[in-house]
């Protein structure tokens, strides 16, 4: 079993949905790191989390520490919305050595 | 704008040639990770560096990778002799330590050895 888990593998969307993407992990963690990869491209840090909840446009991260669990939302998806994100968790506070989910394949068709 | 810069973006080689991949870190950063990416592994950590010294590199296929911080604006993957298998793509990420924990990384070096 992986320590970091992402779901589902795939998503497809029409655009203007609600987007949500799972992540649970069964570590002690520092912090959680939610990454987009567009097709052909780098890999571009969307949010960090040790508690709470972040908010940056329309994408909204949420994480439950107590759960292990955190959710990626998306609103009022966009067909510039479709990459591969990922969730990575960082295990002991300042080493910086990711885990990596297996990432969510999104595509937000028009 | 700062930024994590990776050179060569693209590389094809033939079995057996040597490849070396270059990374520049943020300037101020202190700790450089190299990763690969494949379709069937996801990323994989190769090589971390703190203030230039190797402090993980288990990840690393020892009898064919090696990778150096020169110094602190360099960061650079050897792969000697290269073998297909190899191709994937390479990414270099780098931080500062402290309680965050943010990683910025690179646009990465596709690799493919023929």
């Known amino acids: 079993k992986n320590e970091v888990e992402q779901s589902p593998q795939n998503l497809t969307a029409q655009e203007g949905e609600f987007i949500t993407i799972n992540c649970s992990y069964s570590?002690?963690?520092?912090?959680l790191h939610w990454l987009q990869q567009h097709p052909g491209g780098g890999i571009v840090s969307l949010f960090m989390l040790s508690s709470g909840k972040k908010k940056h446009g329309r994408l909204i991260a949420t994480i439950n520490i107590q759960e292990k669990h955190s959710s990626l939302h998306i609103t009022a998806s966009h067909p510039r919305d479709s990459a591969v994100y990922i969730c990575a968790v960082s295990l002991v506070s300042g080493t910086y050595k990711y885990i990596f989910g297996t990432g969510t394949r999104l595509k937000v068709l028009a | 704008d700062a930024r994590v810069t990776q050179t060569p973006r693209d590389k094809v080689t033939e079995m057996g040639q040597e490849v070396t991949m270059r990374c520049q870190p943020i300037l101020g950063h202190n700790t450089v990770f190299w990763y690969r990416q494949t379709m069937m592994q996801g990323l994989e950590l190769l090589a971390y560096f703190r203030n230039r010294a190797p402090l993980d590199d288990s990840g690393m296929p020892k009898d064919r990778f090696s990778a150096e911080m020169p110094d602190a604006t360099l960061a650079t993957l050897k792969i000697q002799p290269s073998e297909p298998r190899d191709s994937a793509v390479y990414f270099c990420?780098?931080?500062?330590?402290?309680?965050?924990?943010?990683?910025?990384f690179g646009e990465g070096s596709r690799l493919t050895v023929l």
């Open positions: 990420a780098s931080g500062r330590t402290g309680k965050t924990g943010e990683l910025f």
């Open positions: 570590v002690g963690i520092s912090a």
